[in-house]
């Protein structure tokens, strides 16, 4: 089969042949239409996060199963997936209590402990590939459909996390990121009104057309005395912050309401200092929300079948592609998701 291989961190991608993956026992292999081309595999690709080498990363597909291993039970040869990103357990204490982020024996990444998406046909373990709801059109936007896995579902299980209700303000701090742009149009599908806040001026006009009430260009204003002026001195009732950098983080906690919620993604994942009188008082909480489960991808899916809610994706290349469309995910030039065509 074609793939595009890494042979070693910061290298270009090598699009060759190689051997087509056999499905084992407990294992499936999938023929892959689309795979979502996010900053998560870029970070791989680039050498910032350890991964093993050679690799295919990738891991936001739109695949359809083409053979089943033995003792597969979940899964039929014809069937519409995508993958659930993290190797994880199913049977530890977590994985019971449908926690699976927080899988006790995790065991790592697809697309970077094991071999993912950038690829004709991916291999899997029965449990890390996810059937698609029938009914949706995957047909004709495969690469919506693949990156939707994180690009939706995160966003979506940010909503739950922070106990998002109608009628609530909640303001997202990198806002014109890849998954900043979805939590805005989730938040406004769950019906709260939305801030969006980033340093891209250039960003904010897609912001608006995902869902965002109002803007804030953080480097420009400062941004808890913008989000109290919003908020007619109330505060917010959500902070979702996507950047996670010292600043962002006491923005954020500062500018929240009473009973208000932030939520760090990780993002930069740096220390901050909050109040404890001020969480007291208020009665704050503050929250780390760690990908998702495979209920909230189904969850999610279902949505976009219902057609409420479907991905922003601007960048759609072919395989022979893949180098071009990196280097605009690295540098941040892409709205929305970038994905590759592989099918
Ligand atoms: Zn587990």
């Known amino acids: 089969m074609k793939a595009l291989v890494l042979h070693e961190a910061n290298t270009p991608f090598d699009l ?5 993956p056999v499905a084992g026992p407990g294992e499936a292999v999938a023929k892959v239409f689309a795979c979502g081309a996010g900053l998560t595999i870029q970070h791989f690709k680039a050498g910032r996060v350890p991964a093993v080498f050679p690799r295919i990363i990738g891991h936001e597909i739109c695949a359809e199963i083409v053979e089943i291993g033995e003792g597969v039970t979940s899964l039929r040869v014809g069937d519409i997936v995508t993958s659930y990103f993290y190797l994880n357990c199913g049977h530890c204490r977590m994985c019971k209590r449908d926690l699976q982020p927080l899988c006790d024996n995790f065991g790592g990444y697809v697309g970077r402990e094991i071999d993912g998406g950038y690829a004709e046909y991916i291999k899997l373990p029965e449990k890390n590939f ?6 949706l059109d995957w047909q004709n936007q495969p ?4 990156v939707a896995m994180d690009a939706l579902a995160t966003p979506f299980k940010v909503l739950r996390r922070a106990r998002v209700r109608h009628g609530e303000t909640v303001a997202v701090f990198g ?6 742009i979805h939590q805005l149009m989730m938040a406004n599908w769950a019906g709260a009104r939305v801030i969006a806040i980033d340093t891209k001026a250039s960003k904010f006009e897609a ?9 804030v260009d953080a480097s420009d204003v400062d941004v808890i005395a913008a989000l109290m002026e919003l908020t007619g001195g109330n505060g917010i009732d959500v902070a979702v912050d996507y950047v996670s950098v010292t600043s962002t983080l006491e923005a954020g906690a500062r500018a929240l309401a009473k009973a208000g ?23 704050l909480d503050i929250l780390g929300s760690r990908y998702v489960t495979p209920t909230d991808i189904r969850e999610t899916y279902e949505l976009m079948r219902k057609g409420e809610v479907w991905p922003v994706v601007t960048e759609i290349r072919p395989m022979e592609e893949a180098e071009e469309l990196h280097e ?5 030039a892409v709205t929305g998701r970038a994905a590759l065509r592989i099918a």
């Open 16 to 20: 060759t042949e190689v051997p087509d």
């Open 207 to 215: 912001c608006r057309e995902a869902g965002a009430d109002e803007v």
């Open 328 to 332: 605009l995910v690295e540098n941040g």
């Open 143 to 146: 690469a919506h459909v693949g």
């Open 175 to 180: 806002a014109g990121g890849g998954l900043g």
């Open 261 to 283: 919620r932030l939520v760090t993604l990780g993002g930069a994942g740096q220390e901050f200092r909050v109040s404890a009188k001020e969480l007291l008082n208020k009665e």
């Open 130 to 135: 996810i059937v698609l709801p029938e009914g």
